[in-house]
Every structure is written in C-alpha cells, then in structure tokens.
C-alpha cells in the first residue's frame, strides 16, 4: 500500500535551506521580489535567482508553474525549482505548486522555503498527491521518495491544517492503488480482504459471501459473477463517528475486478483498461478510509459490490431474465451492461438496511459518457437538485471535473421490453442516460441520490494535474468535501 510522503513543517532557516542536500524549492510571488531568506539564498548562488526572475521563462509562468535551475553554484542542493504563486493564490493554484515540486521529488528529498505564503498546507498537499508512482512489479525501483521538508512562517499552524489533508491524501492514494492493482492480483477476495484490513482504522467491515448474497435475493449481481472463478462478494463498511440515532449516508460502488464482457465479449484491443472497472468501490473505499483516518463526526455507511465478468460455461447468457433483489425482473440482453446489474442490488440492499439520509453511487459505467465528458468530467445523474448542487460545488472546490447530465421519464422507453420489467441496455443513443435511469428504478423516491459515471476520469489516458498516468481517486477528495460540507458541523 502507498501511503503519501512524509511532510515535516519547520520555521524558516536559512543555514538549513544553503546546507540542504537533494532539492530545493523556493514559492516566490508573481512579481519576483523575493523575501530576505530568498535574498539572502540568492547572494549566496551569485545572483542566479536574480537573473532567473528577470528572464522571459519566469514571466511566462502562470501560478502554480514552475523553473528548474540545476546544480546551482554557492549551496549544496543539486537543484533548485522556483515556483511561482502569488500570495492570495486559489487552492488550486497552491496545490498546482505543490504538485510541481512533488512531480520532481526524487531520492533525496526537497527543502521547500515557503515563507510569506499562506497555503503552505495545500501546497503540502500537492507534493503529497503528485509524487506519487504506482511501481510495486517494478524490479528496478525508481520511485523511492525522500523527505520532504516545508519551512513556513507559522510551521505549527501549517502542520495542523495539513494533518486532515494528510489524511484526504491517503485515501486518494488507497484508491489509486486498487484501481491500478491488475486483476489477477486483486481478486474480489483479495479486495475484500483489503477492505476488512480497514476494521484496524476503527471501521466495521462486513463481507457478505455468495450464500448471503442468494438469500437477500441479489441475483442480479450474483448473475454477473457466475461465470467466475472468483466469488461473488458484496463489502459494508460502517464509519459511525456521528450522533447515535442519526440516519447514515450512503456511498455505493461498482467493484468489477475485471470486465471482459462476458458472453457479449469485449474486443482484445484495450481489454486491459477494465482492471479499473472496479473504480467506483476504489473511490467508496478511499472515503471510507479517509473519513476514519480524520475521525469525522458523521456516520457514513459505504457498500461495494465485488464480481468478476467473466465468459464461462456457467456464464449468464444474452436474453437471461434475472430477478433482482427489489422483485423487478430484468432481461440481460447484453452482458457487457453488468455494471447496472450490480449496482441495481447494491442500491436496493443500502436501503432497506440502512434507510440512509441520502446515496451516492460512483461506478466507471459507460464508454458513452467518456463520448459525452472526454476526460475532463465525470458524469453526474441525480433525482434531488440540493444533492446534486452540493457535489457539484465541491468538486469544484476540490478541482475535480463534475457536470450534470439530464434525466427523465422519457429515456424509460428505451429500456422496455415485452419480456421483462427492464432490460439492461437502451442501445447506443443516450446510452449513459439510460444507465441512470435503470438505476434510478432501484432508489426510492424520498431517498436523495446521486449516481457518478466515473468511466473518464478514473484512468485518463495521460497524466493530470495532481497524478501522474494512471489512476487518479477522482471523487475522494470531491465526496469527503461534500460530506464535511454537509453532514458536519
Ligand atoms: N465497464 C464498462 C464501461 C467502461 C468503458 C468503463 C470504458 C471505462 C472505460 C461497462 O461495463 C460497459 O461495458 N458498458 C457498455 C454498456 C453497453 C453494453 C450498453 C459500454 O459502455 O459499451
Ligand atoms: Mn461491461
Ligand atoms: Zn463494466
């Protein structure tokens, strides 16, 4: 498991910042007048930093941005970045910064003089979320992080607002690893057993098996795994830092270890991608840790759904007809649909067990919605507009792309069919739409819900902002905002 860089807050000193080995990182104001520390650095490298501000390079940067000088002569650092923010910079803007230097941290650690800038626990943040690599079947190691120092005008202060941040880091970096994790490590066991390690942060986990799960009725969900060799599971896991009697709410996740299709198999070229397919319960997961490692006050209830879609003599075939733990029967008229099948289950059994303030499902659904959003975006899908407002403002805040799509009763057509009370695909047009309306058929009226297709987001093709190629834990940070925003006082 990887867990964020270790990040020490000191007062600012000077002999600390000339002796300092690996890098170091000066965060200097737009107009590059350096304070007295920088100054002082500056004379003792003959003027570099000086001329550096003066170049085109610098005033070409936008916040956040950063320029490297290597081997710098007068101080041992083997190089310097100098990293532009302004002092009423947005958290965006400071964590962008931070990502700059965390991107570069190597081996030998970086000193970071972060004097005059009041978001040096953001930009701490950024160095945490960016200097991470996923390198665990690596012979040769690269990626080995040194220590990261920040030296801030109110080191006490900076720390205290970091610690909770740290622990936001480390769920999004939980995350990260799942979704990175290839299938035939991280097995619906194996997740599991992931997720019960958790019971030592203070959270119940339960892990339902396949004879729990046929006696609640899911077999909709236990249809998607039945051509497996790896059981079916569905995982609670309960975080009740809040008042007693309060309603929880609930976080539902896709957890699809690997998606080949099943019957209706996917194409070989770029089959390899669904090992994300279990995004949704790695962000569920990543919450849930996050929540236990701040000890939120609030009482949050979080279930992923576990299977493996597999083709197989015990498959479940096109034009199956399954009875879903709700009572509706649905026709599988394509069994590359399965996310919904799973979901459908999971919903219903969060809330006649729960009976939850309000639900949120977060599940890599749809190719379509990736035709829709790109990358930029996840989809969001809602039945409540305070809900959805909610989330979407503190994605905003966190920086993590989110944009409402429409729902309606007239996208329900498209899924009808003469056999059943649902079939589970709508065919291409709307494709992520009708999604969300079979969905929505398993969430009770009174329940404020929201559904998150995170198929674009949870692994871009490239390297964002704050996470290099491969798995970002979009949603983490996005979901524990909203939590705090809304559930705590
Ligand atoms: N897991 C996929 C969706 C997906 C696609 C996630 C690309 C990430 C990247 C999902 O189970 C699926 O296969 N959906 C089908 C639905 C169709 C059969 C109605 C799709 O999007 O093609
Ligand atoms: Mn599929
Ligand atoms: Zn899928």
């Known amino acids: 498991m990887t867990t964020p860089v270790t990040i020490a807050f000191t007062a600012v000193d000077f ?38 501000l003066e170049g085109k390079a610098w005033a070409g940067l936008k916040p956040g941005q950063a320029l490297e000088l290597a081997y710098p002569a007068g101080i041992a650092a083997e190089a310097v970045q100098l990293v532009k923010l302004p002092k009423k910079a947005s958290v965006a803007e400071a964590r962008k910064a931070g990502a700059a230097i965390g991107k570069a941290l190597g081996e030998a650690g ?49 720390a205290d607002a970091y610690a909770p941040m740290a622990a936001v880091a480390e769920g999004v970096l939980f995350t990260r690893d799942l979704v990175n994790e290839p299938a035939n490590v991280l097995t619906t066991t194996d997740f599991a057993r992931r997720l019960a390690e958790m019971k030592a942060l203070g959270l119940e986990v339960e892990v339902l098996d396949e004879p729990a799960l ?43 270890v690997f998606d080949t299709g099943g019957i209706s198999i996917k194409p070989a070229l770029g089959m390899e991608e669904m090992t994300m397919d279990m995004g ?50 649905i026709e599988v008229v394509n069994t590359d649909a399965e996310g919904r099948l799973v979901l459908a289950d999971v919903l219903w059994y969060a809330q006649e067990r729960f009976k939850p303030a309000g639900m949120i499902n977060l599940a890599t659904l749809t190719g379509a919605i990736i035709i829709a959003l790109g990358h ?68 009770r009226d009174d329940v404020p819900w929201c559904h998150i297709d995170i198929a674009g987001v949870a692994l871009p093709p490239g390297e964002t902002a704050m996470a290099p190629k491969g798995a970002t834990g979009w949603g983490v940070m996005t979901l524990n905002r909203l939590i705090g925003d809304m559930l705590e006082d």
Do not use: C, H
């Open 280 to 329: 949704g319960a790695g962000v569920v997961a990543g919450v849930m840790r996050t929540l236990a490692l701040r000890k939120a006050k609030v009482n949050v209830v979080g279930l992923v759904g576990l299977v493996e879609n597999m083709p197989d003599g015990r498959a479940q075939r096109p034009g199956d007809i399954v009875r879903s733990m709700k009572g509706d029967t």
């Open 376 to 443: 930029e975006n996840a989809g969001v899908f809602s039945n409540d507009d305070k809900l959805s407002a909610a989330l979407l403002k503190a994605a905003e805040a966190e920086g993590e792309g989110a944009w409402r799509m429409p729902m309606g009763p007239a996208y329900d057509e498209l899924i009808k069919t003469r056999l059943a009370d649902i079939k589970n695909t709508g065919g291409r047009p709307a494709g992520s739409i009708t999604a969300a309306q079979f969905l929505r058929r398993f969430v």
């Open 110 to 158: 970086v000193t970071v003089l972060a004097a005059g800038q009041p978001k040096a626990a953001e930009i701490a943040m950024g160095v945490a979320l960016r200097s991470y690599s996923f390198n665990a079947y690596l012979t040769e190691k690269s990626g080995e992080k040194g220590a990261v120092t920040i030296m801030a005008d109110k080191p006490g202060d900076a």
């Open 214 to 256: 046929e006696k609640l009725g899911m077999r909709a969900l236990l249809g998607v795994g039945q051509g497996s060799e790896s059981p079916s599971k569905v995982v609670v896991m309960q975080w009740r830092g809040g008042a007693k009697g309060d309603a929880p709410f609930a976080l539902v996740g896709k957890g699809v």
């Open 15 to 52: 002999e600390a910042l000339t002796g300092a080995g690996g890098r170091v990182a000066l965060v200097l104001a737009p107009d590059g007048r350096p304070g007295a520390v920088a100054r002082r650095l500056d004379r003792a490298m003959r003027g570099a930093v000086t001329r550096a």
